[in-house]
């Protein structure tokens, strides 16, 4: 069995959508200061690093981060590398000729780059997914999509791409780390932390492999 972390790393100095605070940890104990243990305090936004995107995100009526499917998100995934393009279109995801059983696509593009090298500055111009390419994973009968940077929508216009998404109930993972992942079907597991009533909520996500 091979299991590969899809995950970004998280510290202060991991890129984060503008505006944001970004990821903090504070120390509240230290054994070298003379207390009973080590303890951090941890604040930052719940869209840092790897994510799962609730509804409530962008539907007013949104369901929250504690109902996220899990059975969506442990399942058969699908890899597709689109190493070329600087926009997801639908001629660009129907020319991947994906398996018909495929539910579950996670996207490696360029932006796994940034990763790899460790880039601590967002960049504007990642890969994203155009509306018209929602609608076709909508479409397609995609229940879950993950991509490789911060967010599905591009960054000019990025509320029309997610709401699609949201509103046919796909489960949308961001900020994968997918630049040692060769495409190919493998099992995703993806745990978004339970915040109750929150719009999103950090992950952990792995992908498995049995050889």
């Not at 940890?25 to 305090?41: F, I, P």
């Not at 999509?145 to 949308?172: C, N, P």
């Not at 630049?179 to 999103?200: M, N, R, S």
Request: aromatic residues 6%; contains cysteine.
């Amino acid at each position: 069995m091979k299991i590969v972390d899809i995950s970004v790393g998280l510290d202060e100095n991991t890129p984060t959508w503008p505006g944001s605070p970004g990821l903090q940890l504070h120390w509240s104990k230290r054994l070298v200061a003379g207390d009973d243990c080590n303890n951090t305090r941890l604040e930052c936004d719940t869209h840092v690093g790897t994510h799962v995107d609730a509804p409530s995100h962008f539907l007013e009526n949104g369901s929250t981060a504690e109902k996220l499917p899990l059975k969506v998100l442990i399942g058969p995934a699908q890899v597709a590398y689109l190493p070329e393009v600087r926009t997801i279109t639908a001629d660009g995801l129907d020319n991947l000729a994906l398996p018909s059983t495929t539910e579950r696509l996670l996207l490696r593009t360029h932006n796994s780059e940034y990763w790899a090298q460790v880039l601590t500055e967002f960049r504007k111009d990642y890969v994203s997914i155009a509306p018209e390419a929602a609608r076709w994973l909508v479409n397609r009968g995609i229940r879950l999509v993950g991509v490789d940077y911060l967010s599905v929508g591009s960054f000019e216009e990025g509320a029309t791409t997610h709401k699609i998404l949201l509103e046919a109930g796909v489960v949308v993972i961001e900020g994968l780390n997918l630049h040692e992942v060769h495409p190919g079907e493998y099992q995703l597991i993806c745990l978004p932390l339970k915040l109750v009533g929150a719009e999103g909520a950090p992950a952990r996500a792995v992908l498995v492999r049995y050889e």
